[in-house]
């Protein structure tokens, strides 16, 4: 989460427009507009809301503005060609249609089989590195423009109370472009339950391996290790913890690393993030 700079409420780190009073969050990129969108701000701020958190009511709203929706799209065997890319950025960049199906959205649109083959590629590699059950969640963008946006969603459970999600968001125009994996330990009780241990992490720093190469997995074991040293003040503060740990950026690439633990002294849950650019050649 992050806060957004003209209202402070917090919304999602991978959002590049606020839902609650529709600030641009990320530098000359332009949110996708809908077709015959209504000029009034309430309304197009909870669209905004809508698109961005509930890929299930998408659906249904691109219907209203006479965008035909996917499951449609199969039912009458038609099939999406994509035409030249756009001037992708501009403000009249608007979503037309929606996939949350990988083999649907190959089977539909034409000339999409070499991205659709990457990332099951890259799904097999995953897959290689754990025998943990993966969770795929994926949601795919076309625009007028002829761009794709892809956000994509894998959840690596490891235990009842341990897993990893590793998010994926891009386009072929490579407007956006970020790799998220963060880790999440719940039921711990004491410190000693929730501080790095470079073993227990080891699938985490195989999946950004796999990701963008081994040079950047230190930057975890730097944020996990300067975490540990906070051991004596969480003591202090524990039974008014709110969010406590430690975070660090590296200035010569656009990466991020934090480790942090929150919630209640019997429910400790502790959380490993990294952050970075998505290397979209593996991808596109």
Not at 104 to 131: H, P, Q, R, W, Y
Not at 180 to 190: A, E, G, L, P, W
Request: charged content about 25%; glycine content about 4%; aromatic content about 14%.
């Amino acid at each position: 989460m992050k806060p957004c700079p003209r209202c402070k409420k917090e919304v999602a780190s991978h959002a590049k427009i606020c839902p609650y009073c529709g600030y641009h969050l990320e530098p000359g990129y332009q949110p996708m507009k809908r077709r015959n969108a209504p000029k009034v701000g309430i309304m197009y701020i909870f669209m905004a809301f809508i698109f961005m958190f509930s890929p299930a009511i998408i659906g249904y709203f691109l219907n209203q503005y006479n965008v035909i929706p996917t499951s449609n799209l199969r039912d009458t065997n038609d099939t999406i060609v994509l035409g030249p890319l756009g001037d992708v950025g501009n403000i009249s960049e608007y979503s037309k249609y929606y996939f949350n199906d990988l083999d649907k959205f190959n089977d539909t649109v034409e000339n999409v089989e070499s991205m659709v083959a990457k990332i099951k590629n890259f799904e097999a590699e995953l897959g290689l590195l754990t025998n943990s059950t993966i969770e795929n969640e994926y949601n795919m963008y076309i625009t007028n423009l002829n761009n794709i946006y892809y956000d994509i969603t894998y959840t690596v459970h490891i235990k009842d109370t341990h897993s990893i999600e590793l998010s994926l968001y891009y386009d072929i125009a490579k407007v956006t472009n970020e790799v998220k994996v963060r880790s999440y330990k719940q039921n711990n009780t004491t410190f000693e339950e929730v501080r790095y241990d470079e073993e227990e992490y080891h699938l985490m720093k195989q999946i950004v391996t796999l990701l963008n190469g081994d040079e950047e997995v230190n930057l975890l074991s730097t944020v996990g290790q300067q975490f540990n040293q906070l051991e004596p003040v969480f003591e202090k503060r524990k039974e008014r913890l709110g969010n406590y740990g430690v975070g660090l950026h590296e200035n010569d690439e656009w990466a991020t690393s934090s480790m942090y633990v929150f919630g209640p002294l019997d429910n400790y849950v502790v959380k490993l993030v990294y952050q970075t650019t998505l290397d979209v050649e593996k991808f596109i």
